[in-house]
């Protein structure tokens, strides 16, 4: 048997990248002793971590807070006659997100299911063969966008973790529905 051919260069090779890597794990260590002995420095940087987290061209759903009335369409809905209403189609540019996540958002219950059905309009999406489509009015649209523009200040992502969001998106659109 014979041993693989071992150049001078590759020899070289390995002591230094042992030489980098405890120069590596030495480095961390002095970072992770002043992280944990410097309050400020901890904060600076958790500050930082927070900053990256969001990319720079992400949109602020804030921004639409007042013009929510914007984004629906008056579509006819039985007992109520003609009205501001929303489907996911509608909520989604409002929050600034794809409606097919949105839409996951629905199936995973983070979002309350819309309580009404209404005519569709050319160009709504009917989904299950439904001949009316599901809707918010506009004050549970206005929920949603005020809640969901709070969570997006803080975090660049709605998951099924979120329980305070998910309690207070329901708390709020059972609130506009009693209103």
């Known amino acids: ?5 071992v150049t001078s260069s590759e020899t070289e090779k390995a002591p230094r990248a042992r030489r980098q890597s405890e120069q590596a794990a030495r480095h961390n260590a002095r970072r992770k ?4 002995s410097d309050p400020e420095l901890a904060e600076r940087l958790r500050e930082k971590a927070k900053l990256r987290k969001r990319h720079p061209t992400d949109k602020d759903p804030n921004a639409n807070l007042g013009r929510a009335h914007e984004f629906g ?4 809905v039985e007992g109520k006659g003609k009205i501001l209403t929303f489907t996911l189609d509608d909520i989604a540019p409002m929050v600034q997100f794809h409606a097919m996540v949105v839409r996951r958002w629905l199936d995973a219950g983070q979002l309350p299911l819309p309580a009404i059905e209404a005519e569709p309009l050319d160009g709504d999406k009917m989904v299950g063969g439904r001949e009316k489509v599901p809707v918010y009015t506009l004050p549970e649209a206005e929920v949603i966008l005020n809640v969901m523009a709070k969570h997006l200040s803080q975090y660049r992502y709605f998951r099924t973790v979120h329980i305070e969001t998910i309690d207070a998106l329901a708390r709020g659109v059972r609130e506009a529905r009693k209103g």
């Open 73 to 76: 369409k008056e579509r006819e």
């Open 33 to 36: 002793e002043r992280y944990h």
């Open 1 to 5: 048997m014979t041993e693989p051919h």
